[in-house]
């Protein structure tokens, strides 16, 4: 009776687990699709601040506080009058430290991403952070021993290849007025920021599993908390050294948005970016940090798609390519991950009716009838 409990309790996890991965998969997609449209529809309009943008990209954790609340409600709502306090935080200083570490180096990633976006079109921004995926992969074998299937190397070398294409028509993409240097500066910029980027996810990981507690979900939105605190206020200082403060309420009057307009986009910005983070760090929670290299990669062409619809960028036939590779690299991680998972239930199970068998060396000594 006890076993069935405990098998019950397991389904209803694995469960709880794949909502929160499509959840995490969701708020990605928003926030990689939607957050890079959103930030250089400020540097179009005449916005150039990129302290402020950089600062955007995690200055909405606020937002995180409420499903935190909304966790410790339920705990305390559930609680039974001999158990001990509720706790509002569950993260002990180790970890504590690690976020904030992984938080400062994500203000810089920041800063290096918003220069980038700054200087060149979402389609070029989209085609180098594809790059991002080798990063991540090469980092996530050195610090965490991820292995690699078959499929999933497919999968890496498809969005690279198709990265690599993107970049064959760059040139064309250039905007109006950019000089060399310019262009070349923020090029380099942006492939710093998926270099950096590209480690972050796998320490991410690396702190899950170093971490001397039991890693849940309410604790991981709460080390998301503290990494976009700490990266937050990485790219305040920078601010408060390049007089932002001052110079914001002057750059709002002078948009080409109008005055109300720029406020709205610089709030909305902080909060589809804190979408991004949020399915970044779920995603590594229910599954690894290569799978969210790898959804992140996948979702770039999409960010191209919708920069020629929005932004009226030129869509070459390299891009369509790319899309093609991008989908096809997608689908084969994900079937390499059920044809995996399958080979591992049906291992498990072999083992379990091995266990149950009689020994065949020690068969029982049945009665004669």
Same mark, same amino acid.
């Given at each position: 009776?006890?076993?069935?409990?405990?098998?019950?309790?397991?389904?209803?996890?694995?469960?709880?687990?794949?909502?929160?991965?499509?959840?995490?998969?969701?708020?990605?997609?928003?926030?990689?699709?939607?957050? =890079?449209?959103?930030?250089?529809?400020?540097?179009?309009?005449?916005? #150039?601040?990129?302290?402020?943008?950089? &600062?955007?990209?995690?200055?909405?954790?606020?937002?995180?506080?409420?499903?935190?609340?909304?966790?410790?409600?339920?705990?305390?709502?559930?609680?039974?009058?001999?158990?001990?306090?509720?706790?509002?935080?569950?993260?002990?200083? =180790?970890?504590?430290?690690?976020?904030?570490?992984?938080?400062?180096?994500?203000?810089?990633?920041?800063?290096?991403?918003?220069?980038? &976006?700054?200087?060149?079109?979402?389609?070029?921004?989209?085609?180098?952070?594809?790059?991002?995926?080798?990063? /991540?992969?090469?980092?996530?074998?050195?610090?965490? #021993?991820?292995?690699?299937?078959?499929?999933?190397?497919?999968?890496?070398?498809?969005?690279?290849?198709?990265?690599?294409?993107?970049?064959?028509?760059?040139?064309?993409?250039?905007?109006?007025?950019?000089?060399?240097?310019?262009?070349?500066?923020?090029?380099?910029?942006?492939?710093?920021?998926?270099?950096?980027?590209?480690?972050?996810?796998?320490?991410?990981?690396?702190?899950?599993?170093?971490?001397?507690?039991?890693?849940?979900?309410?604790?991981?939105?709460?080390?998301?908390?503290?990494?976009?605190?700490?990266?937050?206020?990485?790219?305040?200082?920078? &601010?408060?050294?390049?007089?932002?403060?001052?110079?914001?309420?002057?750059?709002?009057?002078?948009?080409?948005?109008?005055? /109300?307009?720029?406020?709205?986009?610089?709030?909305?910005?902080?909060?589809?970016?804190?979408?991004?983070?949020?399915?970044?760090?779920?995603?590594?929670?229910?599954?690894?940090?290569?799978?969210?290299?790898?959804?992140?990669?996948?979702?770039?062409?999409?960010?191209?798609?919708?920069?020629?619809?929005?932004?009226?960028?030129?869509?070459?036939?390299?891009?369509?390519?790319?899309?093609?590779?991008?989908?096809?690299?997608?689908?084969?991680?994900?079937?390499?991950?059920? #044809?995996?998972?399958?080979?591992?239930?049906?291992?498990?199970?072999?083992?379990?009716?091995?266990?149950?068998?009689?020994?065949?060396?020690?068969?029982?000594?049945? =009665?004669? =009838?």
């Amino acid at each position: 009776m006890q076993m069935e409990t405990t098998d019950d309790e397991k389904r209803k996890a694995a469960a709880m687990k794949r909502f929160l991965l499509i959840l995490s998969c969701v708020l990605l997609t928003i926030g990689h699709c939607g957050g =890079p449209l959103i930030m250089r529809l400020y540097f179009i309009h005449g916005g #150039k601040r990129v302290w402020l943008s950089s &600062m955007l990209l995690t200055g909405g954790f606020p937002i995180i506080l409420v499903p935190i609340a909304v966790a410790y409600y339920h705990r305390r709502k559930n609680q039974a009058p001999a158990d001990p306090p509720t706790k509002l935080f569950f993260m002990k200083l =180790p970890l504590f430290v690690a976020s904030a570490v992984i938080g400062v180096l994500t203000g810089l990633d920041d800063y290096i991403y918003a220069y980038g &976006m700054a200087r060149l079109p979402v389609s070029t921004i989209a085609l180098i952070i594809a790059s991002q995926l080798a990063f /991540t992969a090469l980092f996530a074998f050195i610090l965490v #021993k991820q292995k690699f299937t078959s499929y999933s190397i497919n999968a890496v070398v498809l969005l690279t290849v198709g990265a690599a294409i993107l970049g064959l028509n760059t040139s064309g993409d250039r905007p109006k007025g950019e000089s060399n240097v310019q262009y070349t500066v923020g090029f380099l910029m942006t492939v710093a920021a998926a270099a950096l980027y590209g480690l972050v996810l796998p320490l991410v990981e690396l702190m899950y599993k170093k971490a001397k507690q039991n890693i849940t979900y309410a604790l991981v939105l709460e080390i998301q908390l503290v990494m976009c605190l700490f990266a937050t206020i990485f790219c305040t200082v920078g &601010m408060l050294v390049n007089n932002d403060f001052k110079i914001i309420p002057r750059e709002a009057k002078k948009s080409e948005l109008g005055e /109300t307009t720029y406020y709205v986009v610089l709030v909305a910005s902080a909060i589809i970016w804190q979408g991004f983070y949020l399915g970044v760090i779920g995603i590594i929670f229910c599954a690894s940090s290569l799978l969210s290299g790898i959804v992140i990669a996948v979702l770039l062409p999409i960010t191209e798609i919708l920069a020629v619809i929005f932004y009226h960028e030129k869509f070459h036939a390299e891009k369509g390519v790319s899309l093609v590779l991008s989908l096809w690299g997608f689908v084969s991680y994900f079937y390499g991950e059920i #044809k995996h998972s399958k080979e591992r239930k049906e291992i498990k199970e072999k083992e379990n009716n091995k266990d149950s068998t009689p020994d065949a060396e020690n068969p029982q000594i049945l =009665p004669n =009838p």
